[in-house]
């Protein structure tokens, strides 16, 4: 079976994009404010939100490459 998108293409199902690439994006945006690229408004709650959203993304990250060695 071909794979849709090559290497970034899921080992599950190699019709749709990896795990892995899907929490790698959101984790690439939320990084962009706190590394300082990219100016947001210093609001405590925006704050909160990026921690909580790199958290998950990290999340699905390393369970998306935990698929690919198990």
């Known amino acids: 079976m071909e794979r849709k998108?090559?290497?970034l293409?899921?080992?599950v199902d190699p019709q749709k994009l990896s795990?892995?690439?899907k929490?790698?994006?959101p984790l690439v945006v939320l990084l962009?404010?706190?590394l300082g690229i990219v100016s947001v408004g210093e609001s405590d709650l925006i704050h909160?939100?990026?921690?909580v959203g790199v958290i998950?993304?990290?999340a699905i990250v390393i369970y998306g490459?935990?698929?690919k060695f198990f």
Do not use: N
């Open 23 to 25: 929490g790698l994006v």
């Open 19 to 21: 795990l892995t690439i």
């Open 32 to 34: 962009l404010p706190l």
């Open 65 to 67: 490459i935990g698929r």
């Open 56 to 58: 998950v993304s990290a």
């Open 9 to 11: 293409s899921s080992s």
């Open 5 to 7: 998108y090559g290497a």
């Open 48 to 51: 909160l939100i990026d921690q």
